[in-house]
């Protein structure tokens, strides 16, 4: 029996159904394909940002790998269902867009780790919940895809094969536009390969952009990704700690608290029945605030769960906490057993080709505001999103919203005596 959709437990449109910890293959076999498809379902989101900060921003690729894959593992083990792994959004798109280096990144990390688990420990998660309607998840939504959205088009309008901050250089002749091409071809594949199936993931498109960045420029491979330098530093002082969290840490707070901790569970409830019953919004909150702690003392990417996430994970065939193991065990072994040397081929991925990573999954991301139904929802949606992306501030995009929504809710209550 179908339930009934409602915006926020049903972030990509689908009606879903009650669900048990099948996912619908007779035999150990089929079921084992299932989950390792549906545990590669979400690295269209999390590789091409992670890909973008260890180019960008100078973070140590292999530390990156490594601390998504022991949160994967652990949060497979533990929510026993496929719970996703992602870069903080915000803190990705803003560092990435200002350049920031790494360890403002790894301080945002551990102050988000201290805020989470703040907020989980003193038990307030349920009235900060009641701040987080669905317009205003909707509009966080909003604004963190058009921030992706500005960064990919610095990626795709830059040197395709720049190393440090020099993406953003725009334009320059005809020879660019075969960059802007190469986002497009990468987009279209990437949704018409969605269309066809599962098995056909963004590391195809990766793999087939590594042999191709390698015919454009084979002496790519001789720079230097100053891995040593790059990730082992954390933080030196005040000037990143209030950095990152000014620029940082107050954008991503909001988004997090509305898309993936409260917005997650309720995916998790709708898409897993009572296999999701782990996966509390304060459970949740611990599990981020103790990745990201570990990730920022291993000189990790910033990470977080998703709604958006879990629902491919599940729409791809992920049932259990074995998809998270899987691909938790997959970056892990990138990251200890491939080193440094196998990890360098992400310098032969030409930026257009992240970027178009990037901009698929900002514009995906950004359209979750049309299930809002009310058009007083869909305003404030828009105010919360448009005010972040131009302000490139999260935190403002949602205070805004906010007043809004409660400007609103007074006029409403004063419409009978206006009428009278």
């Known amino acids: 029996m179908a339930e009934t959709r409602e915006p926020m437990g049903d972030p990509d449109g689908l009606v879903v159904r009650p669900a048990t910890r099948s996912n619908g293959y007779g035999s150990r076999f089929s079921f084992f394909l299932a989950e390792w498809a549906g545990s590669l379902a979400d690295l269209g989101t999390f590789v091409p940002i992670a890909f973008a900060l260890t180019r960008l921003n100078g973070l140590n690729p292999s530390r990156a790998f490594l601390a998504a894959g022991l949160t994967y593992l652990v949060a497979g083990l533990f929510f026993g269902i496929p719970v996703p792994v992602q870069p903080l959004k915000a803190v990705a798109a803003i560092a990435i867009a200002q350049g920031l280096p790494a360890p403002t990144i790894f301080a945002a990390g551990l102050e988000m780790a201290v805020v ?163 996966a509390t919004p304060r459970s949740l909150a611990l599990s981020m605030g103790v990745a990201n702690l570990v990730s920022g003392l291993l000189g990790g990417v910033p990470v977080c769960h998703g709604s958006a996430g879990m629902t491919a994970h599940y729409r791809f065939g992920a049932r259990t906490g074995l998809a998270g193991v899987l691909v938790g065990g997959m970056f892990c072994a990138l990251a200890l057993v491939g080193g440094g040397g196998a990890l360098r081929l992400l310098l032969l991925i030409p930026l257009p080709v992240l970027g178009g990573f990037m901009a698929l999954t900002g514009i995906e991301h950004a359209a979750l505001v049309r299930h809002l139904q009310d058009q007083r929802e869909f305003l404030v949606a828009t105010c919360t999103g448009a005010l972040a992306m131009v302000s490139g501030n999260m935190a403002l995009g949602f205070l805004a919203g906010l007043a809004m929504e409660k400007l609103f809710l007074v006029a409403r209550a004063l419409e009978p005596r206006m009428s009278q």
């Open 116 to 278: 989470l688990l703040v907020l989980a420990l003193a038990g307030v998660m349920g009235l900060v919940g009641r701040l987080f309607s669905p317009a205003i998840i909707r509009g966080i939504q909003l604004g963190v895809g058009l921030m992706l959205v500005r960064s990919a088009l610095a990626l795709i309008t830059g040197d395709p094969f720049a190393v440090g901050n020099g993406a953003a250089v725009g334009l320059q002749g005809v020879r660019h536009l075969l960059w802007v091409a190469m986002a497009v071809v990468t987009m279209t594949v990437l949704l018409v390969f969605k269309k066809i199936g599962p098995l056909a993931t963004p590391l195809v498109v990766l793999g087939v952009a590594a042999v191709a960045g390698l015919a454009l420029a084979p002496g790519v491979l001789a720079q230097p990704m100053g891995m040593a330098a790059a990730a082992g530093r954390g933080p030196s002082g005040a000037t990143d700690l209030w950095l990152a969290f000014y620029a940082l840490v107050i954008p991503q707070i909001p988004l997090t608290l509305g898309n993936a901790v409260f917005a997650t569970s309720d995916v998790a409830r709708r898409h897993f029945g009572p296999a999701g019953r782990r």
